[in-house]
């Protein structure tokens, strides 16, 4: 085991590190000049050309690239156009709101967290449940109310289901208050108020594909020999479901909510767009819009970051599930 865990970790740093050149060779690709974005308009050639030393645009583009990840890693001095010393995680100096990236990152990133992760529990629960008892009722009415639901979510959008649940929740009969973030150590109650709405429509819309592909597996595993040699031998339903067929089954699921959680949690765009919160997904397009090219590349860092911790998470879940993966 320890050296499957090992190796999934190793992948993962070598992913890592090519995100982290791509995302910084990014910097000098794209055309707007971050020195033009920290000197007005009136900054002759002199000053600009002292701007863009301070900065340390003129040294090698090598020596750059470990300065930004040394800096990761022990902090640096940003020199007195970016605030000055930059305390460790250090992901540099934003041009627009002229404080460290990292200050930033800080402030919303707990936003998108307190997002995602009680909606996936939500969409898991909510999906993976209503697929099994689907397939274990297949023909009943149960089963065609799952359908229904599963081919409901599936048709609607995000921005649809939030902008209904605004309007019935919170204008109309005015159960909750109008989305907005407050730290769960500050006020629970609050903090949940503040943000069941964005769960219930994540967890609708996610849910509906979960149920779907749960079932479908659940039906599969049911039909394979290993099932019926269980039944045979008279072991009791939960045994037959629960501890073999389930475990079959939920393999694809697994790997699905492992890409679905690492994505939401690298910015859920939509949802905080269209609840009006602040989080990592909107602060990533709010840099792009201004240019802030630091904010940018640490956004792109810390989303990679959750896709590859996502997917090494899923396959120390599958070395658990099935034992045989970790022989490969």
């Not at 920290?38 to 600009?48: A, D, F, G, Q, V």
């Not at 305390?87 to 404080?99: F, H, I, K, Q």
């Not at 339903?237 to 690298?266: C, E, F, Q, S």
């Not at 956004?299 to 658990?320: P, R």
Request: aromatic residues 8%.
């Amino acid at each position: 085991m320890s050296r499957f865990l090992l190796k999934r970790l190793f992948s993962a740093t070598l992913t890592l590190f090519a995100v982290s050149v791509l995302t910084f060779l990014m910097f000098f690709a794209l055309p707007r000049d971050p020195v033009s974005s920290i000197c007005s308009k009136n900054c002759n050639p002199e000053r600009l050309e002292r701007v863009r030393d301070d900065l340390g645009l003129n040294d090698p583009l090598i020596s750059q690239y470990a300065g930004y990840m040394k800096g990761i890693v022990t902090g640096r001095d940003l020199g007195s156009a970016q605030g000055g010393r930059c305390d460790a995680p250090c992901l540099g100096w934003s041009y627009v709101t002229n404080e460290a990236v990292s200050d930033t990152i800080a402030r919303v990133l707990p936003v998108t967290l307190s997002i995602v992760i009680p909606a996936a529990i939500l969409w898991l629960l909510l999906g993976v449940g209503l697929g099994m008892v689907s397939a274990l009722r297949r023909g009943t009415w149960l089963d065609r109310l799952a359908i229904g639901f599963s081919l409901t979510g599936a048709s609607l959008q995000l921005y649809f289901v939030g902008a209904v649940l605004l309007l019935v929740f919170v204008y109309n009969l005015r159960l909750l208050p109008v989305p907005s973030y407050t730290s769960l150590f500050d006020n629970p109650a609050k903090w949940a108020s503040g943000l069941v709405l964005a769960w219930v429509a994540l967890a609708f819309l996610f849910s509906a594909i979960y149920a779907r592909l749960s079932r479908a597996q659940m039906l599969e595993t049911l039909s394979e020999d290993f099932v019926r040699t269980a039944r045979a031998k008279g072991l009791a339903k939960p045994t037959v479901y629960g501890r073999h067929a389930l475990r079959a089954a939920i393999t694809p699921v697994v790997t699905i909510a492992g890409l679905d959680v690492g994505g939401a949690l690298g910015g859920t765009v939509i949802t905080e767009t269209t609840f009006g919160i602040q989080g990592l997904g909107r602060t990533a397009v709010d840099a792009v819009r201004s240019g802030d090219l630091p904010t940018i590349m640490a956004t792109v860092l810390i989303a990679a970051v959750f896709v590859v911790l996502a997917n090494v998470l899923v396959d120390l879940l599958y070395a658990a599930i099935d034992p045989r993966v970790r022989l490969r």
